[in-house]
């Protein structure tokens, strides 16, 4: 006579160190195993999209910092600046958009560090964390010398970057360049050949190419899945088009493979950030655009490659010196949505891995 | 981009009707692209006077709206239909929803309901807008074609009201359950829940009698 | 299960082993550890810290010509200005930033046509009383935090550092 048992509903957050953030995870177990998992989102949504529609386009750039994906601000500046420009046809000066795509690929790399971190104590390797908070710490400095700011920046304008770039900072950065590189290899001893870490993490949250493309998921979620898609390369946006880089693409589609990828990606950042500084040409930083530019009438949507994947506005303007409508498309929400596929049928000890591994930022998901 | 997948469309659907192009003989690039010859490789070192200066920008007002993104404006009976068709067919190849969310349009007194697909096999984006009257806004779900819509109907349900037929589990994502009203939408009003109200005059009480909360 | 479990103790420990083999190298590199309130780390010379209101040694007065710009492109609407009196007699009555708003944006850094208002690199606006985050013209005169928190709950006295803690950047150096 089999044993009878019951389902067990377990609640895991919105106050969970390895939620991380607000997120409430609904999870349905029948011993060990998950049956059924519901995030519970919304206990961080500020409605930006609707407190943009009471600023100005130059104040919003103040406010996409902070109100998306806060831990990498400078990609919600590019996504906003970027829609911005298309609508109203403005030009970049030339050397903006090397200095762009440099502290974009150098916030990228920053985003991957914290959540290699964050992963490594998801999965109780605590020195993971403190080492990428030591490199991320160096490029901490950088931003700081040259934007002023350590999370929120602030520092792309429409039509331009604020401030160029302070003496002898492209040194500085090629000196972390080399550093990084240096250091990377530390990583692959602390947790890319760790059996324990390995046991964790392959084969782990499975999620299949189809279904990745039919739940939205973009960026390094989709590219782990075998999924060949980067903004970046597909609809070129600042200098993209003339750097050479890889995409790395991987089939497995588990925890490992987004590991990977990550990995992998900031070595393409790298590779990036010093063809930028070697083509960096002179030259003005920024065009005149008025303080309170007013945006012609019409539509846009402006996308780009965050550090989560495929961050999009649409942008709807209608004339005056504000938006009248903005729809953010946020990477990690969509991410989160592919969560319960990964999580069915794995125990639940492997809740934590997977979540880990989808890289999300509450304020992103629910903006 | 380019409008040939949205002309397409219009070809095999005629109810369709294309995104007015006003601007359609000046070219739009698909990056803020400079004037190449003066500023794609400026030398290093070369005096920043000789930048190219932007060109004067026409008035922001008066002229018509400009669609940058191809698009096609859809009848709400029929979106599912035609959705169906796009995800499926291979001529189209839409297997990807980025996005789905409503504009608010109290002159006009209806919602446009916003899709954003993409097609990997071309790289190209098509921008769908269903219309649906402002007084019980309703349209299909399209949650059966792209799984991921799911999500994206509800935020669009909790934040404007629009009710998607025959979505699995329409339900309010950001808000609490218990909210009243739908915070996007041109005419929404905030106030602060009763509940709240009392809480922060109690707070203030408190803090009044220990004394904090003066200037020093 | 195609590995005993033996086998996957010893592989285990061997990836023990092979991490705490980077951990011991690092314990004998330099600290980088900066114990805060007594050591500082230099900061940068755009560092959005607070904002004042500096005199200008010429005219001992600020350089607010009272032109509203910065009221007017702050975000967080957090910038109060009155004046009285037209002309040559204009006269500043008011000038209040609510420092617990702002989000040192820097925008009205950037507006300001004479440099009137600008960042100061000081951090430590922390305090125990909420009100003390309004920072009237006074205040954006001095161009420092009023309660200096961090400093005055140590006792300790500051020791002179040893050796340089970080490669200093370059840019101001805080007394
Ligand atoms: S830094 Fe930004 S938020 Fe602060 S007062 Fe200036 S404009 Fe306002
Ligand atoms: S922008 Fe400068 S000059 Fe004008 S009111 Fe503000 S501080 Fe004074």
Known sequence: ?367 | MSWELAEKVRARFPDVELFPRPGQDEPHEASPAPVPSASAAPSPGAPPGEAPKPPPRRPAHEAPPAFLTPGVFVPGELLLAICQVLAIDREFGLHYLSFVSAIDRPEANQFEVLYHLYTFDRKDELVLKARVPREAPAVASVASVWVGADWHERETFDLFGIVFEGHPNLRRIMMTDDWIGHPLRKDYVFQEPAWLVEAAKQRQKDIEGLGLGERA | MTQSLSQRVVQGAIGLVVGLKSTLRTMFEPKITVIYPIQKLNISNRWHGLLALPIDPETDNDKCIICFQCERVCPDRCIHIEATGKGKERLLTRFDIEMDKCCYCGLCVEVCPTEAIVFVPHYEASTFNRANLLYDLDDLHRGTPKEPIATGVVKVKRPAPKRQTAAPREGTVIP
């Open chain 1, 1 to 367: 006579m089999a044993l009878r048992t019951e389902e067990l509903i377990l609640n895991m957050g919105p106050q969970h160190p390895s939620t991380h953030g607000v997120l409430r995870l609904i999870v349905t177990l029948d011993g060990e195993n998950i049956v059924d998992v519901q995030p519970d989102i919304g206990y961080l949504h500020s409605s930006v999209e609707k407190m943009m529609e009471a600023r100005t386009y130059l104040q919003n750039i103040a406010l996409v910092d902070r109100g998306m994906d806060y831990l990498s601000a400078m990609a919600n500046e590019e996504v906003w600046v970027l829609a911005t420009e298309r609508l109203a046809k403005i030009e970049v000066p030339e050397r903006a958009r090397y200095i762009r795509t440099i502290m974009l690929e150098l916030q990228r790399i920053s985003s991957h560090l914290i959540w290699v971190g964050t992963f490594g104590i998801d999965l109780g390797a605590f020195t993971a964390f403190l080492w990428a908070m030591r490199e991320r710490e160096r490029i901490m400095d950088l931003f700081e010398s040259s934007t002023g700011g350590r999370l929120h920046h602030v520092y792309f304008r429409i039509g331009g970057v604020n401030e160029d770039l302070p003496e002898g900072w492209t040194h500085r950065c090629l000196e972390f360049c080399d550093y990084f590189m240096d250091r990377l290899p530390e990583y692959d001893e602390l947790l890319t050949g760790n059996p324990i870490f390995l046991a964790r993490t392959q084969g782990v949250g499975v999620l299949a190419k189809e279904r990745a493309i039919a739940m939205g998921a973009s960026g390094p979620v989709a590219r782990a899945s075998g999924l060949d898609y980067d903004v970046r390369k597909a609809h070129p946006y600042e200098v993209y088009d003339r750097m050479e880089f890889g995409v790395p693409v991987r089939s497995e589609g588990d925890c490992f493979a987004r590991y990977l990828v990550r990995m992998e990606e900031m070595r393409q950042s790298i590779r990036i950030i010093r063809q930028c500084i070697e083509q960096l040409p002179a030259g003005e930083i920024r065009s005149k655009v008025q303080v309170a530019l007013k945006v012609p009438k019409g539509e846009v949507y402006a996308r780009t490659e965050s550090p989560r994947g495929d961050l999009g506005i649409y942008l709807v303007a209608d004339g005056s010196d504000k938006p009248y409508r903005v729809k953010i498309r946020a990477p990690a929400f969509s991410n989160l949505y592919a969560l319960t596929e990964m999580m069915r049928g794995w125990k639940v000890a492997d809740v934590i891995a997977i979540l880990g591994s989808i890289d999300i930022v509450l304020s992103d998901v629910d903006r």
